[in-house]
């Protein structure tokens, strides 16, 4: 998996990538502390909080279809800039005593909103370094390997640099790590290459949502997202109810090793299936094993339990990436790999807001195993015919990256022609 580091081109734009998606893996945080320390409020501060998701989820199609619109350099650079400036400003705002919440809404909203697609806009600049099939899977994993690695550095660096400082300083320091990432990214040549699409190339029906079976991949991969977003709240709910509140960090980072651990096996496996049927596995096999760790009452069980659900958790994200690579026309990728994370975001963000009621109502291990449930159940929705060519290998292959189907061409000449789904 790491060989796709050798590939020309490959470090010089993955690791400024890196550095620019560290941001938004620091700026929740970032965002808490800062309105909390100003307001004295927990409540304002979620609201704040709440206000920068929601913003980042609902834009990230728009801002994603934007960069296959009018390229990585011109588009990223855009975002990267108001985002820092937003960053910026609440630095400024939170630095002054008795500011209005109002300022820190907005501006929550504003930063949520310009988020530069960094994650989206790699794996394109890995699609276009790679050949479809083994070697573009490995990139994939490597990418959401490093990617789950981030979301467990970030929050520490961040909480580092407030304690050492202020909040103020954390958010300048986000807004300069954006800054400094995306524009390492879109000077390189790789992604310099990606210049946008003209609307006059783009065919009628050519959007990701259009395009034969992929709506139904979101929904499964919202199940998905839906545990992760049970886990969340669950981990820390059942530290707190055995008096071991501490304990609720090594729960979530076992739960994060165990997804990083998940996406590096991913990516040493030479798959012989098509990217549907691994996806069923893996919705079912997340599912599954929720419901059993559900039923799990000690902390170390349940530690035990949460590295083994999230094994499944990189493992399925891929997949969607490797779908929306495969399937959705080319210019299209940034914002098919965009709806990736958006559904997963989607799913964890509503499953947050019910798992707190349910673990109110019933208990941690109930929240988890309707979302075990849940996610059982979406498996049935993933389009395997649609897909059946997706992401396969020929028997006997020495290696030269291509997919059994021929790369994305021929997948999606196979999905116009095959009636009806899975």
């Known amino acids: 998996m790491f060989a796709s580091l050798r590939i020309p081109g490959a470090v010089r734009a993955f690791i400024p990538a890196l550095i620019g998606r560290s941001a938004l893996a620091m700026a929740g945080l970032a965002v808490l502390l800062a309105v909390q320390e100003s307001t004295g409020s927990f409540t304002l501060a979620g609201l704040a909080s709440a206000a920068f998701g929601l913003a980042n989820v609902i834009a990230a199609p728009w801002r994603a279809r934007a960069v296959d619109r009018w390229g990585q350099p011109r588009a990223l650079a855009l975002l990267a800039v108001v985002q820092s400036a937003g960053f910026a400003g609440l630095g400024i705002v939170a630095s002054i005593p008795g500011a209005a919440m109002a300022w820190f809404v907005a501006l929550s909203i504003v930063v949520g909103v310009s ?119 669950a981990a820390p709910a059942l530290a707190a109810e055995q008096d071991a509140v501490p304990a609720a960090g090594w729960l979530l980072a076992a739960f994060a090793a165990g997804s990083a651990a998940g996406g590096l096996v991913y990516g040493h496996v030479r798959w012989r299936i098509s990217l549907g049927v691994r996806l069923v596995v893996l919705c079912l096999g997340i599912g599954a094993t929720a419901i059993a760790v559900s039923a799990l009452g000690t902390l170390p069980l349940f530690a035990a339990g949460l590295v083994v659900l999230g094994a499944f958790l990189a493992p399925s994200l891929i997949t969607g990436y490797l779908v929306a690579d495969t399937v959705v026309a080319p210019h299209a990728q940034t914002e098919a790999s965009s709806w990736i994370n958006t559904s997963v975001n989607l799913g964890a963000s509503a499953a947050s807001a019910l798992a707190g009621a349910a673990i109110d109502a019933a208990g941690a291990g109930v929240a988890l195993l309707v979302a075990g449930v849940i996610a059982v159940a979406a498996a049935s929705v993933v389009p395997v015919r649609r897909l059946r060519l997706a992401g396969t290998a020929p028997a006997g292959d020495a290696g030269d990256g291509d997919t059994a189907g021929g790369g994305s061409a021929s997948v999606l000449e196979d999905l116009e022609g095959t009636p009806g789904g899975a």
């Open 115 to 233: 988020a530069p697609p960094l994650g989206a806009a790699m794996r394109v600049v890995w699609s276009s370094l790679t050949d479809a099939g083994p070697q573009r899977e490995k990139a994939f994993s490597l990418d959401a390997v490093a990617e789950e690695l981030l979301f467990v550095a970030g929050p520490v660096a961040v909480t580092a640099i407030i304690v050492a400082s202020s909040p103020s300083v954390g958010l300048f320091d986000t807004a300069a790590v954006v800054l400094i990432g995306t524009a390492g990214l879109i000077t390189s040549r790789a992604s310099a290459a990606m210049t946008g699409t003209p609307p006059v190339a783009r065919e009628r029906g050519s959007r990701p949502l259009a395009t034969p079976g992929f709506l139904r991949v979101l929904v499964v991969l919202t199940s998905v997202g839906a545990v992760l977003g049970v886990v969340e709240i």
